[in-house]
């Protein structure tokens, strides 16, 4: 699991259970907050030559990248 104890609130969770329950609660919570978005970026769908990836250009870049280029 990777710890032995989790501090909340100032008391000491050790046993297995506790701490299962401790980080569900806190993942819960993490995952359905409100995340403030930046609205600099642009989230719109972009279409023609950007978004296509071809596959030998993939295995060009892995090849060099592999043979140190």
């Not at 972009?46 to 296509?52: I, M, T």
């Not at 060009?60 to 990248?65: G, R």
């Amino acid at each position: 699991m990777g710890s032995n104890c989790v501090k909340v609130l100032g008391k000491v969770i050790v046993d297995e259970k506790g701490i299962k329950h401790i980080r569900k609660e806190y993942m819960d919570r993490l995952m359905n907050e409100d995340n403030n978005c930046d609205h600099r970026i642009s989230t719109e769908v972009k279409e023609g030559p950007a978004d296509c990836i071809r596959i030998n250009k993939v295995a060009a870049s892995l090849k060099n990248s592999l043979d140190g280029d």
